[in-house]
């Protein structure tokens, strides 16, 4: 459903929706877009124990940062294995870059392939709002499917409604570690923002406390540039 390619780049800090926003865009555009979280890849990683899960586990756990150097090659290797490095893919990226040398990393990858990113969006949450949504957050973690138990609920309490498989409490969700997410988070995001925001025809912002009042926003934005 759309007319060119659409090669995005979700930012917004810990809770701002990331995963939200992005499941209801995959919904409304089908199957020609693609998207991956890079916190998602990395739980997938620590469940199966690979060498970088078993690196990442600790450090994510402590609300601290993966190195930029086990993320580039984690993510540069999955855009291969999903053929993402071809100027037709449609494709959003939800977590990654999280630092300036990732992006710069990440834009000598697609730089080579013909396939810049053409859309990068900020979605900016106040922190009070994000702090209340943490502890009631709830995931399936094969799929990276979110719940949250006031906002939008399992059907059935405690499990999955498109497996019916048991949801689990992320280990970096409690109150303390969230608080040092935000810090690293704060630590890094604007030299990241103020390379995206030097590119003006692809940098969006958007202001909202809830996603319901974000995603008319951000689809309208999208059927308007690439629709
Ligand atoms: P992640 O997994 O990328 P974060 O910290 O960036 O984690 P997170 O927590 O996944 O981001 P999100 O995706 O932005 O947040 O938010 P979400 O899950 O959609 O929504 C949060 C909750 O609020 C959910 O329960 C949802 O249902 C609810 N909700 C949504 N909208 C509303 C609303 O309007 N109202 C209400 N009431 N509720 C709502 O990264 C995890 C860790 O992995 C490592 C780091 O250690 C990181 O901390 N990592 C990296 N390290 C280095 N480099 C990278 N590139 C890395 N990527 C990941
Ligand atoms: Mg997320």
Partial sequence: MLQRPLRMIMLGAPG???GTQTERLLKKIGPSLTAMS???LLRSNIAAKTPVGLEAQEIIKA???VPDKTMISLITAELEKNNWLNSKASWLLDGFPRTKSQAEALDSTLSTHDCAVNFVVDLVVPERVILERIENRWVHVPSGR???LTYNPPKVPGKDDITGEPLSKRADDDAETFKKRLDAFRETTEPLKEYYRSRDDV????HGETSDEIYPQLEKEILRRFG
Avoid: H, I, P, Q
């Avoid at 940098?203 to 958007?206: A, I, K, M």
């Fill in 63 to 65: 609300g601290k940062l």
């Fill in 203 to 206: 940098f969006w912002e958007v």
């Fill in 16 to 18: 701002a929706g990331k």
């Fill in 38 to 40: 890079s916190g998602d």
């Fill in 146 to 148: 979110v719940y949250n």
